[in-house]
């Protein structure tokens, strides 16, 4: 059965010309049993990362290479190898080998079964330091939270998706584009894989504490109104507690004469600290969702490519 469907493997890239060789290896290890097209995304790599994929394009027509002018971003870099692939399921996984390919046999076996959507979901993930073990757990479950379609925990952009899948996500109009929340938001059958996360194989990782911070934030406003209901809550939190702070105030001073209006600068000042940081919060709350009708608005290209090789 395996030569009557096509497997597409989009991989963006980032400075990672180092891992270019042995993830190759390693995919044509995995994908040897089936016809296949590998996609190398280079996101404005500064390194040889473009130089080394194109040596491996001068001998293997099933690898591609897109390049951007410049650093879009990874779900950019996501979107491009969604819109040029040409499989009947894709399969997206980063260049660091820390998603293994060895598993990718069983990813298809789940969906030649009847998924829709494969997801590649860490059973542990040990060789990650403390701070982003617990950053990432404190992400999903603040993101479901608040967000109107959850997303499966432990899993990141290590996933198959059917062609009725990636059609449904290439169709999209929108530019602010978190696609761990478009894939789960489309309802599609889903099952698992499951796998213990390796250590990088060389190189740094390129996602800081800011990169993540920015990134739960753009999953958050992305796929739900709630932070905007939050500012409202805390809108009326604040005002019914001034409310009984006046009225505290008012019956102490005026029925039992006791406290003195002018020695109360402590409360003033805490409260308005308090109502100064509440608003701020709003505004910025509100900023996130102007800007991103301002990006829609815009209508920009989503990326700028610079070269296509083998397509």
């Known amino acids: 059965m395996a030569n009557f469907f096509l497997v597409s493997i989009v991989i963006p890239v980032f400075n990672e010309e180092n891992n270019i060789g042995p993830l190759f ?25 473009a130089g080394n994929v194109k040596k491996l394009t001068s001998k293997h027509s099933q690898v591609k290479l897109i390049s951007f002018q410049r650093n879009f971003g990874h779900q950019m870099a996501l979107t491009a190898g969604y819109e040029h692939s040409t499989g009947d399921c894709v399969i997206s996984l980063d260049a660091d080998l820390q998603d293994p390919p060895e598993i990718v046999p069983q990813m298809l076996d789940k969906w030649q079964q009847g998924a829709k959507i494969v997801y590649a979901k860490r059973e542990k993930r040990d060789v990650d330091d403390p701070l982003k ?10 993101i479901n939270l608040m967000s109107d379609s959850p997303v499966p925990n432990d899993v990141g952009d290590y996933r198959l998706i059917d062609r009725s899948v990636v059609d ?9 584009r978190f ?23 060389t190189g740094q990782t390129h ?39 006046i009225i505290f105030k008012s019956v102490q001073h005026f029925i039992f004469n006791q406290g003195d209006w002018l020695p109360g600068w402590a409360s003033l000042f805490f409260s ?9 919060i709003t505004i910025g709350i509100i900023g996130e969702y102007v800007g991103k009708i301002y990006q829609e608005v815009q209508n920009r290209p989503k990326y700028l490519i610079k070269e296509r090789i083998n397509f």
């Not at 016809?35 to 390194?47: C, N, P, Q, R, W």
């Not at 073990?133 to 603040?142: E, G, P």
């Open 179 to 201: 696609l761990r929340g478009l894939t789960a938001w489309g309802g599609f059958p889903t099952d698992y894989v499951f796998f213990r996360r390796e250590k990088r194989h």
């Open 168 to 176: 449904y996500l290439n169709a999209l109009p929108e530019h602010s």
């Open 133 to 142: 073990r617990v950053t990432a757990v404190l992400f999903y479950k603040y």
């Open 25 to 49: 290896d390693e995919l044509q290890q995995a994908l040897k049993p089936y016809k296949y097209e590998i996609i190398f995304v280079d996101d404005g790599s500064t390194d040889k990362t």
């Open 272 to 280: 308005i600290v308090f109502l100064g940081g509440v608003q701020l």
């Open 207 to 245: 996602y800081t504490f800011s990169k993540m911070v920015n990134f739960a934030l753009e999953g958050i406003t992305s796929f739900s109104t709630k932070p905007l209901r939050l500012a409202i809550y805390l809108g009326f939190l604040t005002s019914g507690f001034s409310i009984l702070v």
